[in-house]
């Protein structure tokens, strides 16, 4: 079938196809088997499910490593594995850019996670029904990230320009970062919850783990209809976060590579990993505390190397710098922001 060995964004459209089918099968795995009925993640149970989805997302780089030992460098659209002097170096460079994007994208979600915990938070969704929302969540994200990487990825190739408006989208986003600090958002006055609010019949209590359910009409008529659940507008404040966390962690990893299928499988083995992981870094993201200044001195790094590799390189910063400066920062605003807390512990 011809279709399925059309080039489509640099890769076959059967590997792209192969990638979604495997992850679709991870999900059907983990709502189908491990969480067919609704519980309680636990501390340990969230830790073993994380380790499993990190072993899945850093395997992946093996498989990376074999996909662009074998394609042909002419249909690849990033500039540095397309001029690569042999296939083992086009690969070894592919699996770089695929690890630093990897690790970026996993601790900019960080940054959501905090913002998750307090929409379900908010809404007193109960640990039994988080996973629900977290998991349909992921749904969400793999069609929308879809979209936005094909649409970047689309502008990268007709404007080259473009990656010069990723660079300041990141460095403003990096340095707003740093002004903003702690500053968190009103939930209960965002203008998208109003709207549901005021637009949609919502229950005052959640139904369990049911997004949409149907009772009699307020208006006394006896007939059943349908009602949105809090759980509901939960995952939709869920999804419009993830929405805003996109527009700035899109740029930054077509800021490290403009390979699509790089850009969209480290994207979601990462999201897929601390979505996860969610359920024991809400209970601690507190000791985290300084990693966000980390984030936004790499957003502004990732932003700047765009136009030091254009102007002072000649074309882009090697990708083991991009990554040894990456994994530099994360180590470095984790163990600084565990000092920090532990040292506050014990004064207090």
């Known amino acids: ?20 089918a495997v992850v679709l099968a991870i ?9 067919r009925e609704a519980h ?31 394609q042909d460098s002419a249909g690849l659209m990033d500039e540095q594995l397309a001029k690569a002097a042999t296939p083992e170096a086009r690969a070894m460079g592919a699996v770089q850019l695929y690890l630093t994007g990897f690790l970026l994208e996993m601790a ?19 640990r039994i029904y988080q996973h629900r929302v977290l998991f349909w969540g992921i749904l969400g994200v793999i069609v929308l990230r879809a979209l936005m ?55 005052d209590q959640l139904h369990g783990e ?21 759980l509901f507008l939960c995952l939709v404040l869920v999804e419009i976060a993830d929405l805003v966390f996109a527009i700035d962690s899109v740029p930054a990893i077509f800021a490290i590579t403009s390979d699509p299928f790089i850009v969209y499988t480290s994207n ?4 897929l990993g601390l979505r996860t992981l969610y359920f024991t870094l809400s209970a601690m993201v507190h000791r985290f505390h300084y990693l966000k200044y980390a984030l ?29 400066v990456t994994v530099s920062l994360l180590v470095g605003g984790v163990l600084f922001s565990l000092w920090r807390t532990e040292s506050g512990r014990q004064k207090s």
Do not use: C
């Open 27 to 35: 999900l059907v795995f983990d709502l189908g088997v491990l969480h």
């Open 40 to 70: 309680e993640i636990g501390t340990r149970e969230s830790l073993w499910m994380s380790a499993m989805y990190l072993s899945l997302g850093l395997g992946w780089a093996v498989a990376v490593y074999f996909i662009y030992l074998q």
């Open 149 to 203: 990487i094909g649409i970047g990825a689309a502008l990268v190739l007709k404007f080259s320009w473009i990656m010069y408006f990723f660079a300041v989208i990141l460095i403003y986003t990096g340095v707003k970062m740093l002004r903003m600090g702690d500053e968190a958002p009103d939930i209960a006055n965002n203008k998208l919850l109003r709207f549901m609010r005021t637009h949609l019949r919502v229950t």
């Open 1 to 20: 079938m011809e279709w399925l060995t059309a080039i489509w964004l640099g890769m076959p459209l059967w590997l792209w196809l192969t990638f979604v």
């Open 296 to 324: 936004a001195i790499i957003l502004i790094f990732i932003g700047a190397k765009i136009f030091v590799g254009h102007f002072l390189l000649g074309g882009k910063v090697p990708a083991v710098i991009s990554l040894t």
């Open 108 to 126: 900019l979600a960080m940054d959501n996670v905090f913002i998750i915990s307090m929409i379900l938070s908010y809404f007193a969704v109960p």
């Open 268 to 271: 979601i083995f990462a999201i």
């Open 210 to 230: 049911r997004f949409f359910v149907r009772l009699p009409d307020r208006k006394g008529t006896g007939q059943l209809v349908l009602f949105a659940t809090p």
